[in-house]
């Protein structure tokens, strides 16, 4: 460098103080002051300079001053430089550097204050939406718009995934449709740590999984950032961006869209708790209606309930219920007992006259017996038996009564029914019962308590006439088969209580004017029946036990005919005795006490009225025919068995003639029914002529 001229010092000396005045100005603009600064410091220098901010490479030794972020560099040979001179350049760098910082923070003051209005707007716009939908599309929306990107999307937590819920900006239906695991991607990463996550390079980074990769292939993604949407203690979700250009996410980057995913996340739970608000606000009026609807459904059915009460409590039975609902409601109403025929029904005549109902139950039931389906049945119980069936059948043009109203209603009438017949069952069961303590007086009272029985009977409108049998049955194997089959007490007891009514209730053949029960023991009056009608009767019971009980085994006696009301206590005592021979000799376990003959004897209670019937049952009739017309009837079969049955030996005896014999045996037959061709006949009469000897009536049998 060659020396400088001596001309130009006066130069360099106005360059210096030029240099000097420059350091006590606040210029606003950086550019500006940089440039005043090259040169002043080149006129104090007398050289050309450069001033560069922020370079890349050191400054040359010897040729440059560098103080801060300002480097100012000589590009000539020039002698040495005084320190007071170099000391005003490295001022000048320190004050060039702090104009470039007050413009820095001038920029980043009037950005931050830009940011925030943008982010004041976006939020607010945010938190003025409650759809929960609509809210995530305002959230993707906004921060594509924030953030300069592409694609955004919001993902929701749903258990161990994150899916995708609102996507903006993207190309493939792919993306809209994302689920992540933790560890997924960017947004499984950020689902595991709980902390923003980014790439710079989508498809080359090995930060993060490969599982997108294709996916980000086909959206051409170059770089990502996501931001968890989280609430103290709560993981929601993950809001995502992408670009599909080359770039680099910055920490302001960052820091707007963490701020923006804290106020997205606040405005998330917000709607979700209006959206929660608005459902139960919907509930509650939905509940409101409904309770609404309930109470004028329980107001008409409580009505109808109680006039239902009424009418049952009054005793109008079941024709009156029926007419009650059908005039309430204007509907028809049918009342069908357990096998389907009608017991009572009022409102129109399109009502089935019989429920078929072995065809099925509800709607096979329905469809069989032609009803529509706005028809209701419901069963009816009583003491915890199905007896019967109750049919609701609107009106055609009923639209206000609804479908509620009328199980409601079907409903009650089926508790009136059983009420109804529960209370027709309690009366029927209480004359049942004073007529079996009636019964009971009569076969086995003191003579006072028959004769108030019977009273009794009469009051309660059974008489008792002429040829009464008492039948006498035993329920063999109740207690077997309970306990056989598990039965409770209350099955046992319910059993035996349903034969009786079967016997109490037949509808053919004669009726039975008194039945009793106790535990097992059945006890029955039945009038005017001869023999062969007194089997038939008892046959039939012992198909109807069988028909109820085809397991019930039972034993039957039926006592003689008897004309008097108190000659019941001994057709009690020939009952019992013929009811033995059945449990003994077996058969068909029905016996008939007078045709037991001899056996009575050995089954009887052995006391002198039994053995007197027994004599008189053979040898009365011979006894009185004798008496009225001086005949030897019973003298002549005493013969007749002495002479081992032979007409021949009997007649020498008697000193008659064989004729004469054959007459007499025939008059005997007559008169008693024996058939002393049988052997059981001629034992009877045999042991009747004996025991008519042993009796003190001797002369008669000599």
């Not at 995934?161 to 449709?177: F, L, N, Q």
Request: glycine fraction near 8%.
């Amino acid at each position: 460098m060659e020396p400088v001229d001596a001309g130009r010092a006066p130069a360099a000396a106005d360059g210096t103080q030029r240099l000097r005045d420059l350091l006590t100005t606040l210029p606003t603009c950086a550019e500006e002051a940089l440039d005043d600064l090259e040169r002043m410091v080149a006129a104090a220098l007398g050289s050309e300079v450069t001033v560069d901010v922020d370079p890349g490479t050191p400054p040359p030794a010897g040729r440059a001053v560098q103080v801060g972020r300002v480097t100012v560099c000589w590009t000539i040979e020039c002698p040495r430089v005084p320190d007071e001179l170099r000391a005003l350049v490295a001022q000048g760098c320190a004050w060039a550097t702090l104009v470039l910082e007050r413009g820095d923070a001038v920029r980043a003051g009037d950005d931050a204050a830009q940011e925030t209005v943008i982010v004041t707007e976006v939020v607010e716009r945010l938190l003025s939406v409650h759809d929960v939908d609509q809210l995530l599309l305002s959230i993707a929306t906004r921060t594509l718009g924030l953030l300069d990107a592409d694609i955004c999307g919001v993902l929701l937590r749903e258990g161990d995934e994150v899916a995708m819920r609102s996507c903006v900006g993207h190309r493939v239906i792919d993306t809209a449709r994302l689920r992540m695991k933790r560890g997924m991607g960017v947004a499984g990463l950020v689902f595991e740590t709980g902390e923003p996550a980014k790439v710079d390079r989508y498809v080359e980074d090995r930060t993060i999984s490969r599982d997108f990769v294709g996916l980000a292939e086909r959206e051409q993604t170059e770089s990502a950032l996501a931001v968890p949407l989280a609430l103290p203690g709560e993981f929601l979700g993950v809001l995502e961006v992408w670009r599909r250009r080359p770039s680099v996410f910055t920490d302001q980057d960052v820091r707007r869209m963490v701020t923006l995913a804290n106020f997205a996340t606040i405005a998330l739970r917000s709607a979700r708790l209006h959206d929660e608000q608005v459902r139960a606000n919907i509930d509650l009026e939905k509940a409101h209606t409904a309770l609404k609807h309930q109470v004028g459904v329980l107001g008409r059915t409580a009505e109808l309930q109680h006039a239902l009460l009424t009418t049952v409590l009054e005793g109008g039975g079941l024709p009156a219920l029926a007419r009650r609902v059908a005039t309430e409601l204007g509907c028809q109403v049918g009342i069908y007992d357990g096998a389907g025929a009608v017991l009572a029904a009022h409102g129109g005549p399109t009502l089935p006259l019989r429920l078929p109902t072995r065809s099925g139950k509800g709607r096979a039931l329905r469809r069989a017996a032609g009803l529509p389906p706005a028809a209701r049945l419901q069963r009816v119980y009583a003491d915890g038996d199905e007896v019967g069936w109750v049919c609701l059948l609107p009106a055609d043009d009923d639209a206000q009564t609804g479908e509620e109203i009328l199980d409601a209603v079907v409903a009650q009438i089926a508790m009136a029914c059983s009420l109804s017949l529960l209370r027709e069952r309690a009366a029927s069961r209480a004359r049942h019962e004073a007529l079996s303590e009636v019964l009971w007086d009569l076969v086995q009272g003191a003579p006072e308590h028959r004769t108030a029985a019977r009273a009794r009977a009469q009051q309660m409108g059974v008489s008792l006439g002429c040829r009464m049998r008492v039948v006498h049955g035993h329920l063999d194997n109740v207690e077997e088969l309970a306990t056989r089959h598990g039965w409770e007490t209350s099955r046992s007891d319910r059993l035996r209580r349903d034969l009786v009514r079967a016997l109490r209730d037949r509808e053919e053949g004669p009726r039975l004017a008194l039945v009793a029960l106790r535990g097992d023991l059945v006890v029955a009056v039945a009038e005017g029946l001869d023999s062969a009608a007194a089997k038939r009767l008892v046959q039939d019971i012992v198909d109807t036990v069988r028909r109820e009980v085809p397991e019930l085994r039972s034993s039957w006696g039926v006592s003689r005919a008897h004309n008097e009301v108190d000659a019941l206590p001994a057709a009690f005592n020939e009952a019992q005795t013929a009811l033995s021979a059945s449990h003994r000799l077996g058969g068909d376990n029905v016996s008939l006490y007078e045709e037991l003959g001899v056996v009575r004897l050995l089954l009887g209670s052995g006391s002198d009225p039994d053995l007197q019937t027994f004599i008189d049952d053979v040898t009365g009739p011979l006894v009185a025919y004798d008496r009225e017309n001086d005949g030897s009837l019973v003298r002549t079969l005493r013969a007749f068995f002495d002479a081992d049955c032979s007409q021949r030996v009997a007649a020498e005896k008697l000193f008659v003639h064989h004729k004469t014999l054959r007459y007499r045996l025939e008059r005997i037959k007559q008169l008693t029914g024996l058939d002393l061709s049988r052997h059981e006949d001629r034992m009877r009469a045999d042991v009747a002529l004996r025991l008519l000897q042993l009796n003190g009536d001797g002369s008669s049998a000599s």
